[in-house]
């Protein structure tokens, strides 16, 4: 089956550490995206990709960063600058690298401070 | 500077009734608008999506409503069941926006009651 694959489903991290969230498509989407959602708060953009070997910032991009060496896989590591982590991770792709497309997402991450 | 706003936090409704969600913008530019569903510790699933050039589009139980002179949309579900208990985000992106990227509105969360 198509579709976008986030690991793991539980995160723990501890003060100082680097953590990296994992998230693979094969629906042969061009873009990527990773998105934040924090408690009662609608979803805000961390960083996103069009084509391999690309990636701009979002929205909240601060403590965090990407990679895009493969057009599957968009991985995000949330770095100890970080200073609130907590929170659920979403990736979502979708085709193109524009234009009136839906986003498809992950079923996400949850990230949580030991 | 929040440009999509989804002002009902929560929505209670009888089951077999319509539930009637609403969604408003600021960004004059936004262009294309997106529904989607989501169920605790699950990914948003796409639901239903309208362009500028239209004022309504239907799916099924679901219709959108887009009136853009008031910067307002909306999104009927008819008749309502109990598994559309969950979290309903709005989001609108804006013609030419680098990456395709959304706006999301806080999310209303809809209570289905048998």
């Known amino acids: 089956d198509g579709g976008i694959t986030q690991s793991p489903k539980y995160l723990f991290r501890k003060e100082g550490q680097n953590v990296t969230l994992s998230c693979e498509q094969n629906?042969?989407?061009?873009?990527m995206y990773w998105y934040r959602q924090d408690p009662g708060q609608g979803l805000r953009l961390i960083y996103y990709?069009?084509?391999?070997?690309?990636?701009q910032k979002g929205d909240i991009a601060e403590g965090y960063s990407v990679s895009r060496e493969k057009k599957e896989s968009f991985p995000l590591t949330v770095t100890s600058a970080q200073k609130n982590p907590t929170a659920f991770y979403l990736c979502a792709s979708t085709f193109g690298q524009g234009g009136n497309q839906p986003q498809h997402f992950g079923d996400g991450t949850r990230l949580s401070i030991l | 500077d929040q440009q999509v706003k989804q002002n009902s936090p929560s929505l209670s409704v009888q089951e077999g009734r319509i539930s009637i969600l609403n969604c408003d913008y600021t960004?004059?530019?936004?262009?294309?608008f997106l529904w989607y569903k989501k169920y605790p510790a699950e990914g948003p699933t796409f639901l239903i999506s309208?362009?500028?050039?239209?004022d309504k589009n239907e799916d099924g139980r679901f219709t959108v409503f887009l009136n853009k002179s008031a910067k307002h949309l909306s999104l009927h579900i008819v008749p309502s069941q109990p598994g559309d208990s969950a979290v309903y985000f709005c989001a609108a992106s804006a013609r030419g926006a680098a990456g395709n990227k959304l706006t999301f509105g806080g999310g209303t969360r809809v209570l289905v009651k048998p």
């Open positions: 990709s069009q084509i391999v070997n690309d990636f």
């Open positions: 629906l042969n989407h061009d873009a």
């Open positions: 960004n004059s530019m936004f262009d294309y």
């Open positions: 309208i362009s500028s050039i239209k």
